[in-house]
């Protein structure tokens, strides 16, 4: 199994770095997990994004959804020009309701709601739970032949995020926050560096990957806030670097 860093940035892009998105891929597998602002251009660097086998959308803010909305008309066009034959299925939550009519798209792309449980996707069993989070959003697990990958998605402290990335190879963790933001109260639904430091610890992962920095952070000041609990490996996501899980 492998992890493509499409974006790491949010919740809005900066020269060189895009909003969240990341590829996984195992056993000629592919699979796009969330799909923010300047991502889907990066896909495009790797692969056509119409060979894609499934799409996973956490949650439904724009900064990890909006690049699908392109995406959808990729698919529907290759589907029209007889150059694809399957849909292709998204799994994202149901909520906000006003939201979720965009997902869909004629019968070229299928929303498949998401909850909390586990899925079996090509070599992939999958596990998802649901995350600390203003709006409905879900954490998801990669066990596969290679390895495990845990992605946090969106999300404040939670046991059940813990639980989910307990003992994982690779923990692709949000980072949005540094320490003197909780001073502020500036916390809803985000980690701070050093709670994503402490989570990993706590899991006790193999490797830790911070992500979803807030574009004007110095990386170095992040990574160094979550190496102060965290004593594995350990990196800032970088956009088009590729993790080996």
């Given at each position: 199994m492998q992890l493509t860093v499409l974006g790491s940035r949010a919740p809005y892009p900066i020269p060189g770095r895009a909003c969240?998105?990341?590829?996984?891929?195992?056993?000629?597998?592919?699979?796009?997990?969330?799909?923010?602002?300047?991502?889907?251009?990066?896909?495009?660097?790797?692969?056509?994004?119409?060979?894609?086998?499934?799409?996973?959308?956490?949650?439904?803010?724009?900064?990890?959804?909006?690049?699908?909305?392109?995406?959808r008309y990729i698919i529907y066009r290759w589907r029209r020009d007889r150059l694809r034959e399957a849909p292709l299925p998204v799994y994202a939550p149901a909520r906000p309701g006003e939201v979720v009519p965009l997902i869909g798209y004629k019968d070229d792309v299928v929303h498949q709601p998401l909850t909390a449980g586990r899925l079996e996707l090509g070599p992939w069993q999958l596990s998802f739970r649901l995350t600390n989070h203003p709006v409905e959003c879900y954490a998801v697990r990669f066990d596969g032949p290679s390895g495990s990958l845990a992605y946090s998605a969106d999300t404040g402290p939670s046991d059940d995020l813990l639980n989910l990335a307990c003992e994982s190879d690779l923990f692709l963790c949000e980072a949005s926050l540094l320490e003197e933001d909780r001073k502020h109260g500036n916390q809803a639904g985000h980690l701070t560096a050093r709670q994503a430091g402490a989570l990993a610890r706590q899991a006790r992962v193999g490797k830790l990957v911070l992500t979803h920095l807030w574009p004007e952070y110095d990386e170095e000041r992040v990574r160094k806030e979550a190496s102060d609990e965290f004593e594995g490996p350990l990196q800032v996501a970088r956009d088009l670097e590729v993790y080996p899980v």
């Open positions: 969240p998105g990341y590829l996984v891929e195992e056993e000629g597998w592919r699979v796009l997990v969330d799909a923010g602002s300047g991502s889907l251009a990066n896909l495009r660097r790797i692969m056509p994004p119409e060979e894609l086998d499934a799409v996973i959308l956490t949650h439904l803010h724009a900064d990890h959804f909006s690049d699908f909305l392109s995406l």
